[in-house]
T-cell receptor, first 113, second 110 residues
Framework: DVKVTQSSRYLVKRTGEKVFLECVQDMDHENMFWYRQDPGLGLRLIYFSYDVKMKEKGDIPEGYSVSREKKERFSLILESASTNQTSMYLC????????????FGSGTRLTVV | GEDVEQSLFLSVREGDSSVINCTYTDSSSTYLYWYKQEPGAGLQLLTYIFSNMDMKQDQRLTVLLNKKDKHLSLRIADTQTGDSAIYFCAEKTDGQNFVFGPGTRLSVLP
């Protein structure tokens, strides 16, 4: 069964900490994405990547960075966590070609205190 | 720019049909999708339709696409309590990114 795996379901971090959210997919997908989901705001795209070592800013990249050293892994980094980054973070992957859609991970609920 | 709109809430009685509607603005959409999100979980792909199709049926799910009006709908027949979730409409245009709607929260009443 194909999967997108996010390393943690729940995280609690302190303000100012550096936070790493990991995402791994086993489908050999080229594209990977990080979204955050907040009540009333829907899904907002933070960063995406179409290839190894490639990254592009999404709609709300401020306060975040990403790393894609290997095709299967896409990491989201909060350099200095703040309370307004408390959210549900969703990773997704997709093939470059075709209409198969995104495959999402289960999400990481991050609380910054 | 690209925009996808949905009504935010829908309530139906168990056993009735649910119809969730979506409108989009980008006429170059190639594929349109319906995702389901249960509480505390990620999004699960339910079904998708290629833009040159009008309809797609998969068991209890029927997707209708009116490309002229840029309107997409998802009909769930014989709605069950397990169908209670948030349903997201999404479009894929010429690029690789998707544009998601805000989600429709479906509540199924016994």
């Amino acid at each position: 069964d194909v999967k997108v795996t996010q390393s943690s379901r729940y995280l609690v971090k302190r303000t100012g900490e550096k936070v790493f959210l990991e995402c791994v997919q086993d489908m050999d997908h080229e594209n990977m994405f990080w979204y955050r989901q907040d009540p009333g705001l829907g899904l907002r795209l933070i960063y995406f990547s179409y290839d190894v070592k490639m990254k592009e800013k999404g709609d709300i990249p401020e306060g975040y960075s990403v790393s894609r050293e290997k095709k299967e892994r896409f990491s989201l980094i909060l350099e200095s966590a703040s309370t307004n980054q408390t959210s549900m973070y969703l990773c997704a992957s997709s093939l470059w070609q075709g209409g198969g859609g995104y495959t999402f991970g289960s999400g990481t609920r991050l609380t910054v205190v | 720019g690209e925009d996808v709109e949905q009504s935010l809430f829908l309530s139906v009685r168990e056993g009735d049909s649910s119809v969730i509607n979506c409108t989009y603005t980008d006429s170059s959409s190639t594929y349109l999708y319906w995702y389901k999100q249960e509480p505390g979980a990620g999004l699960q792909l339910l079904t998708y339709i290629f833009s040159n199709m009008d309809m797609k049926q998969d068991q209890r799910l029927t997707v209708l696409l009116n490309k002229k009006d840029k309107h997409l709908s998802l009909r769930i027949a014989d709605t069950q309590t397990g169908d209670s979730a948030i349903y997201f409409c999404a479009e894929k245009t010429d690029g690789q990114n998707f544009v998601f709607g805000p989600g429709t929260r479906l509540s199924v009443l016994p």
